[in-house]
């Protein structure tokens, strides 16, 4: 089992009035490299990570292996590493990556704001429509490649869910045992192939070219986050 | 990049009256743990196979890493493999898997048969329709639970392109240049939650479920098979 990325649910009866960075606490959880060395990260703040991997040689290099590996430990050592005066280095000196590669799966929630539904004249669903992106689509910001097969881009952003546990039949109450912690994600559509003529009316290759789904460089820990139904989020 | 599954496309103007095994020859690849040890097999005969990994132990031991790392190297070991001396395994002293799991994606093509169109009364698509399963569908041949979200599993045989080279915008001519082999999935559908009201007519709900692509046990090389167009596939 790998971690997986959820776009966000309950957005339904926000609006999406919405920034690509989620407010900055002490635990953010990255990918980056330097000197051609892929490590994990821990944020200490807007221009400083510590290299978790130097400061706990035994965890996984990338966050996905580290979660499935023991969630738990990674928060453990997170935190420890903080506290500790392993040495700063300064993002301008890294190259910053996605904060999670090659998720297990990507499931996305359609018609997940009360605006959007009113923009396409769609009415709220009354339960989630699920539609997946490839995994492959991950991408970090910054500028990307727009496939030559659209010419109606569309970007939308959207709070991400990063569950770290396997999960099935899983009762509400019991739901957030299950998330790991939260990022943002631009989630790019090929608008001109979402239709009931295109593609038997299936989302995916509107939902799933190359590049599809930039995310923000830092996963915030659940407990970061108060009111996780009242966020703004916004694309810069 | 991991590799890739694609359900067949091109069995639209073909019947489906379709063996779970493809006609057996040389360079089957497989996956099967011994003694608690996951390692990749070539197949000799029906009975016996050879520890591919055991004669090359700088192969990685799952199917998907040694195809990404370098499909040509691994076609090339399980060849001298096969003409050595390497002890032969029987099948009944291993547990067999799916010949490759975590798929980079799974991709599949819907109202692929003629005769399926006819059977739900569909047009025949003037273009493939996509749609996806996740790569945690994989599962062996053999029993599987079925989920109780659904009332009406439907089973249907597929040929499954294994694409190991990553691609895009390729020409029809330059195909076959990215696949690898083939094997045969069981394409399970929960029937009942395909509609134009179920899901927002999204088919991922319906072809996702846990353990919904069970896969036989070998992947035949693409040179085995004279005529992909021309095969007898079916289910056991
Ligand atoms: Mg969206
Ligand atoms: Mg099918």
Known sequence: MRAVLLFKLTSLLSDSSCAYSVCRRKMHILQFSQAGRHSIGVRVDDTNIINLNDFSPDLPTDVCSALCLDHKKLLTEAARCLQSTSSRISVDDVTLHPPITNPGKIIGIGLNYKDHCEEVGKPLPTEPLVFSKFSSCVTGSGEIQIPSATKGLDYECELVVVIS????????????????????????????????????????????????????????????????????????
């Open 165 to 236: 546990k396997e999960a099935r039949n899983v009762k509400e109450a019991d739901a957030m045992e299950h998330v790991f912690g939260y990022t943002v994600a631009n989630d790019l559509t090929a608008r001109d192939m979402v239709s009931a003529t295109k593609n038997g009316g299936q989302f995916l290759l509107a939902k799933s070219m190359d590049n599809f789904c930039p995310l923000f460089s830092d996963i915030v820990t659940k407990d970061e986050i108060e009111d996780v139904h009242n966020l703004n989020i916004s694309l810069k």
